[in-house]
């Protein structure tokens, strides 16, 4: 039931920044934990940040880490991942999920494709002088 749409990728140079949303219908988010993942073309999806159920918690990849920041608005039913410092190998078709289970709610390590039930369509990010 639950459905999600990514907007705001697009086309940057090295350096700059892209801010990804995630916007939930069908239900609410609050009963999710979120994940950002990354899949570039010839190469399997990733795992790149994910939120607990309430944002308490975080994780990232070490490729993003101290670059990319995910956060979350249960009250608007939005998610959204911060993209600074962008490098070209950060070039990919970005995913967000949802899942229920204990991995994707409490978000103690970077999620994996496996641990979670719901998809977007995916958006497009471009690093590229």
């Known amino acids: 039931q639950l459905q999600l749409v990514e907007s705001g990728g697009g086309l940057v140079q090295p350096g700059g920044s892209l801010r990804l949303s995630c916007a939930a219908s069908?239900?609410?988010?609050?009963?999710?934990?979120i994940g950002w993942f990354r899949q570039a073309p010839g190469k399997e999806r990733e795992g790149v940040a994910c939120?607990?159920?309430?944002?308490?918690?975080?994780a990232y990849t070490d490729s993003v880490k101290g670059r990319f920041t995910v956060s979350r608005d249960n009250a608007k039913n939005t998610v959204t991942l911060q993209m600074d410092g962008l490098r070209p190998e950060d070039t990919a078709v970005y995913y967000c999920?949802?899942?229920?289970?204990?991995?994707?709610?409490?978000?103690?390590?970077?999620?994996?494709?496996?641990?979670?039930?719901?998809w977007g369509q995916g958006t497009q990010v471009t690093v590229s002088s």
């Open positions: 999920a949802a899942g229920r289970g204990a991995y994707p709610a409490i978000c103690r390590v970077p999620p994996r494709k496996e641990q979670y039930d719901y």
């Open positions: 939120i607990s159920v309430q944002g308490r918690n975080t």
């Open positions: 069908g239900l609410l988010m609050t009963y999710y934990g």
